[in-house]
């Protein structure tokens, strides 16, 4: 049974920062992709970072130099290191993995994301920046 629980989300002031957790379970092949989305209110998702089984990590341009993606084989975590945080930060934050490689199918701004479309993905939670 895959799952995925996100954790981390809060409130903070413009320049803070927040560190989100994905304990992922369940899967059981070692080739696969886990990542990071984010949705604000009347936006679309758009995928933020991700991170290959073998440690390869990709990021939204917008994001880059502020959020950091990174993983703990050991307990199973995935996390969003996120730094100097901007009220357009606010959204409800999702982490998903796949079993597909992250460079598959399409990209959004430069960032591989369809391979989240037939994956697995958390409840989100929400990160609020004023």
């Known amino acids: 049974h895959v799952q995925l629980v996100e954790s981390g989300g809060g409130s903070v002031q413009a320049g803070g920062s927040l560190r989100l957790s994905c304990v992922v379970s369940g899967y059981t092949k070692a080739r696969h992709c886990i990542g990071w989305f984010r949705q604000a209110p009347g936006k679309e998702r758009e995928g933020l970072a991700n991170?290959?089984?073998?440690?390869?990590?990709s990021y939204l341009d917008s994001v880059k130099g502020r959020f950091t993606i990174s993983k703990d084989n050991a307990k199973n975590t995935l996390y969003l290191q996120m730094n100097n945080l901007k009220p357009e930060d606010t959204a409800m934050y999702y982490c998903?993995?796949?079993?597909?490689?992250?460079?598959?199918?399409?990209?959004?701004?430069?960032?591989?994301?369809?391979?989240?479309?037939?994956?697995?993905w958390g409840q989100g939670t929400q990160v609020t920046v004023s």
């Open positions: 998903a993995a796949s079993y597909i490689l992250c460079q598959a199918g399409r990209q959004e701004r430069g960032l591989w994301v369809g391979w989240a479309d037939t994956g697995d």
């Open positions: 991170i290959d089984s073998d440690g390869t990590t």
